[in-house]
């Protein structure tokens, strides 16, 4: 029988260690910590994911500042609310996808370095190529902290990686082939002809590319470890990129959808204030 790999306990213990560090931060200042998430339009999963955070929050003692822009909110409009809320934030996040007319480069990087709880501003990306592996981006952090936590090795095991995002894949393909990690990592995308030939070689496979069910037990090496955290709707319902038919003998371990990878992202997300603050 494959091993699941639920999110629920890796994302208590990082809650536990957290909420220790908010409530030190609420004893020295007499106040809590403040994560600012701004959100620009009504983009349905864009809500959904801020009001999880939000809720998570409230768990954890944080003070939630939700700031929700219009749609046709500018460059300089969104840069001034960042300037506005900066000084009294101790984290701050700019929910994605942005609207077309925004540059997601320009706009991450408005946020100033020390409060990017993401970790997705091009100075902290940059920490990860210096072996800085501080902040994390909340995803690529949820992934790893499952790794450890079910004691997945990695050191020369083959890693392949479906989809080449910010959140995800930039990070994490640089992290798991540092010399914490030592996995031989590829990266595979739209463009790749045969990405059968590489993720049938895989000892991890972990897939980010948010289309229902792509991947079935036909792609993967028995005896390995499958990761989802694709997010795909199709007719009002959500799915992750793996079709897990099958899969029960035929793997070690796989993390399921939902209850896999998603629980540990928001808790990521305030492990990384915590760090930020302690």
């Known amino acids: 029988m494959s091993k699941v790999l639920y999110g629920k306990p890796v994302a208590d213990n990082l809650d536990s260690k957290s909420k220790t560090i908010f409530e030190e931060y609420l004893y020295k200042n007499d106040k809590s910590p403040v994560l600012t998430a701004i959100t620009v339009g009504d983009n349905p999963a864009s809500l959904l994911y801020v009001s999880v955070k939000e809720k998570k929050a409230e768990q954890l003692g944080v003070q939630f500042n939700w700031i929700k822009l219009n749609e046709t909110t500018s460059e300089n409009e969104l840069q001034d609310t960042i300037s506005n809320h900066s000084e009294s934030s101790q984290g701050m996040i700019i929910q994605l996808p942005l609207p077309n007319h925004l540059n997601i480069e320009k706009v991450i990087d408005l946020i100033p370095s020390e409060i990017d709880v993401d970790g997705l501003t091009t100075f902290n990306l940059g920490q990860l190529y210096s072996e800085n592996l501080n902040i994390i981006p909340a995803t690529s952090l949820a992934i790893l902290e499952l790794l450890a936590h079910y004691e997945i090795e990695t050191e020369d095991k083959n890693i392949v990686i479906a989809g080449r995002s910010r959140l995800v894949t930039s990070p994490l393909s640089k992290i798991l082939s540092s010399k914490k990690y030592n996995g031989n990592v590829t990266v595979i995308h739209s463009k790749t002809s045969n990405p059968k ?39 009002g319902k959500s799915y992750g990129d793996v079709d897990t038919t099958d899969l029960n003998n035929y793997l070690i371990g796989r993390s399921p959808y939902p209850g896999g990878i998603g629980p540990i992202t928001v808790s990521g997300l305030y492990s990384n204030l915590a760090k930020l603050i302690s």
């Open 197 to 235: 030939e590489f993720i049938s070689k895989a000892d991890i496979f972990i897939s980010a590319v948010g289309k229902s069910k792509i991947f079935d037990k036909s792609y993967f090496k028995e005896g390995s470890y499958v990761i989802d955290v694709g997010i795909s709707i199709v007719e």
